[in-house]
């Protein structure tokens, strides 16, 4: 068992990016990821626990919390979490508050993923590309000293009744919204996005993705496509693709990651 560990879930990189980046300064981490049924659950032995999650719908994905459930974490242990988002940080903290009391927490904004909805610059606050990524990893640092040193939160993440009732209803529409999937004649039947999806949502046919309504939104197929192939609306096409620079899909595949 690590010192530490983080639990991630990343959708187009930039909270795995978040995680390695507090890992570097707390040292001897084990990244957890959580796009599928984490590989360990538990955490006796770890001095500290981190959650690093984006916010999807106005709070964490759904899977994040009910994953959450299954680790155990022993009360004498510091619990950190993070959580990420275009501009809001919604309800996702305040809900994992409820099963792992939390000891520390922030919020930091990046680039949008959700990019059928906005441009990905459109953050808060507005950044270019560059300047976001160099301000999350000071940012990033800045949290990983804090998480070293076990600082403490004096008060409980914010939960707004209007950001829950929009999580609340995100499951069906992110199941509504996954009907508008398209694929090009761009793809080449690479399976990336077979192996990316986590949630098993896509599958090869002929030598093409075809992808079903069991989805999370993290968009990681489209964003990742080598090809450009995967669209989610016209509007997708048009607007440019977003994915962390530091941060590739196999590295979402992997389902733990050590930092020395």
């Not at 001897?28 to 999807?56: N, Q, W, Y």
Request: net charge positive.
């Amino acid at each position: 068992m690590s010192t530490n560990l983080i639990y991630c879930y990343s959708g187009t990189g930039n909270c795995l990016d978040m995680a390695k980046n507090i890992a570097k300064e707390l040292g001897d981490t084990d990244i957890v990821m959580m796009r599928s049924f984490p590989a360990v659950t538990e955490t006796k032995g770890a001095k500290r626990v981190g959650f690093v999650f984006p916010c999807f719908g106005g709070g964490a994905p759904t899977d994040v919390l009910e994953y959450a459930k299954f680790i155990h974490i022993t009360p004498e242990t510091y619990v950190f979490a993070v959580s990420q988002s275009a501009s809001y940080a919604g309800t996702g903290l305040a809900e994992l508050n409820k099963i792992h009391p939390l000891d520390y927490w922030r919020t930091v904004t990046h680039q949008c993923s959700c990019i059928w909805l906005f441009p990905h610059t459109l953050m808060m606050p507005p950044m270019t590309p560059k300047q976001a990524q160099k301000r999350s990893e000071k940012l990033a640092k800045e949290i990983g000293l804090d998480a070293l040193a076990m600082a403490k939160t004096e008060k409980n993440p914010p939960r707004n009744v209007l950001n829950a009732a929009e999580n609340a209803g995100w499951p069906m529409i992110s199941k509504k919204k996954a009907e508008g999937f398209r694929v090009s004649d761009a793809c080449i039947g690479c399976g990336q996005c077979v192996k990316l999806c986590p949630r098993g949502n896509i599958r090869l046919e002929n030598g093409r993705a075809v992808i079903g309504n069991n989805c999370a939104q993290c968009l990681g197929c489209l964003q990742f496509c080598p090809t450009g192939a995967i669209s989610l609306g016209s509007v997708t096409d048009k607007r440019e693709h977003y994915h962390n620079p530091n941060v590739k899909a196999t590295d979402l595949m992997e389902k733990i990651i050590h930092i020395d």
